[in-house]
Every structure is written in C-alpha cells, then in structure tokens.
C-alpha cells in the first residue's frame, strides 16, 4: 500500500497566505501487480505419500469420527517461491478420455492395487479443486488444479484430494508444474513433470455411543466402524 502526496505547480500564482490545503492533495494506492515475464521452473518433487483428514460430528452421547482419504502429501524441495509471491502447485488431468500421447506423458494416472481383490479405478482422474483450462506448450490442452503450497520443518507441502472412489488403497502418479496467476500470457505454466507412484488412503468412519452412570466416567460404550474394504487378495 503507498501513500501520495501531489502539490500544485501553480502555488505562486496566487496571493500568499490563504488556504495552503487547497494547493495540496493526498491519496492512497492498493497494491500493483507486476506479472512474471518468464515462465516459473519446474517443481520439484521429493516424495508423495498418503495423507487423510479428520473430521468429528457430536449430537448426544453420539461421536461420529470421518477419516477422509482419497489424499495425498507432495513434499516439494525448498525454495518454493522462485519467480514471486502467490505460486501454486499445478496438478495437471487431461482434458480427453483418449488424450494425445504428449499429454499422457504429463496427465495425473490411477490404478487399483494389484495386491487387492476390488473395484476398478479412473484411469484418469483429476483432483478437486478449481479446475482451469491451460495450454502447456510440451503437450497442448490440458486441466490444471492448483494447490496452495505451505511450509513446515524447513519443507514445503501440497495436499492434493481426489474423489472418492470404490477401489481400495488406490495408487496414483500425479503430474504437476509450478502455477503462476501473476504471468504474462502463455507464462503461467513450468514445465510438467510426473512424481512416482502412491497409494492413497481409504476414507473410514467410526461411531460411538455411550451411556453415564455418574459425573465421574461412563458406564458402557460402543464403537462400529465402517467404510470401503477389499474383498480379499487378488487370487
């Protein structure tokens, strides 16, 4: 934020004394965006695991727990911010059930694990978000979803979520490139790169009641968890 100050140029064409405030004006001015006119590098990624969130509900003697998978963990390489201020991590879907073979070398893939008797997996998922439309100029059109990235223990991280699917510890190879809002056309986007292969976790739901025979502690408790499992392993 910048303050202004502007005097007039014409003061001594008019008597001294009077007004001075009417020969004088002061301002503000928002921030000016000054968009990137390089494109950003290539992230880098230093490992992919699963993650999941909890979430907990309470009504009653009743505590419904929701661990929500179908996520995963990018740890990027340090530093983040190589161009300026703002950049996202871009994970990239293609934009056709047949895609070209430049965007399937840069497109997000899944797969059911092998190990497990279960439901087939979207071959080409792409991960909730705000989906935008790019053209990368290595593979053509192409989803992006960017991903705020944040740091801890002198790393950085982007949680990348998918929707939920009736495959079991699903395996997913992401596509990604550093995103840049604040570019010139055609500048946003580094070059795609693919990560290694993880396993993403199972969304899972525990519920419990409980009933109190005193202040002190509770009398009896009962737990029934739930959610998505394999059948058996693969024969």
Same mark, same amino acid.
């Given at each position: 934020m910048?303050?202004?100050?502007?005097?007039?140029?014409?003061?001594?064409?008019?008597?001294?004394?009077?007004?001075?405030?009417?020969?004088?004006t002061?301002g503000?001015?928002g921030?000016?965006?000054?968009?990137?006119?390089?494109?950003?590098?290539?992230? %880098?990624? =230093?490992?992919?695991t699963?993650?999941?969130?909890? #979430?907990?509900?309470?009504?009653?003697?009743t505590?419904?727990?929701?661990? =929500?998978?179908?996520? %995963?963990?990018?740890e990027?390489?340090?530093?983040?911010?190589?161009?300026?201020?703002?950049?996202?991590?871009?994970?990239?879907a293609?934009?056709?059930p047949e895609?070209? %073979?430049?965007?399937?070398?840069?497109?997000?893939?899944?797969?059911?694990?092998? =190990?497990?008797?279960?439901?087939?997996?979207?071959?080409?998922?792409t991960?909730?978000g705000?989906v935008?439309?790019?053209?990368?100029?290595?593979a053509?059109n192409v989803?992006?979803?960017?991903?705020?990235?944040?740091?801890?223990? *002198?790393?950085?991280?982007a949680?990348?979520?998918?929707?939920?699917?009736?495959s079991? *510890?699903?395996? %997913? #190879?992401?596509g990604v490139?550093r995103? #840049?809002?604040?570019?010139?056309? *055609? =500048?946003?986007?580094?070059?795609?790169?693919?990560?290694?292969?993880?396993?993403?976790?199972?969304?899972?739901?525990?519920?419990?009641?409980?009933?109190m025979?005193s202040?002190?502690?509770?009398?009896?408790?009962?737990?029934?968890?739930?959610?998505?499992?394999?059948? *058996?392993?693969?024969?």
């Amino acid at each position: 934020m910048y303050t202004w100050t502007a005097l007039s140029r014409f003061r001594d064409c008019f008597p001294p004394g009077g007004d001075e405030a009417a020969f004088r004006t002061e301002g503000t001015m928002g921030p000016v965006s000054v968009p990137s006119s390089a494109r950003p590098v290539a992230p %880098v990624v =230093l490992s992919v695991t699963p993650a999941f969130l909890w #979430q907990e509900e309470r009504s009653g003697n009743t505590i419904v727990r929701r661990r =929500l998978g179908n996520r %995963v963990r990018v740890e990027l390489a340090a530093s983040w911010f190589t161009a300026s201020d703002g950049e996202r991590l871009a994970v990239i879907a293609a934009d056709d059930p047949e895609p070209a %073979v430049e965007i399937m070398a840069v497109a997000t893939h899944a797969g059911r694990d092998p =190990l497990w008797d279960t439901d087939a997996q979207e071959f080409l998922p792409t991960p909730l978000g705000d989906v935008k439309l790019f053209d990368l100029p290595e593979a053509g059109n192409v989803r992006i979803v960017p991903h705020g990235v944040f740091e801890a223990a *002198g790393s950085h991280f982007a949680n990348v979520a998918f929707p939920a699917t009736p495959s079991y *510890g699903a395996l %997913v #190879q992401l596509g990604v490139a550093r995103y #840049q809002p604040e570019s010139l056309p *055609g =500048l946003a986007l580094s070059p795609a790169g693919r990560t290694t292969s993880s396993r993403s976790c199972r969304t899972a739901r525990s519920r419990s009641r409980w009933s109190m025979t005193s202040s002190c502690g509770c009398d009896s408790t009962a737990s029934r968890p739930g959610g998505r499992a394999p059948t *058996g392993w693969t024969s």
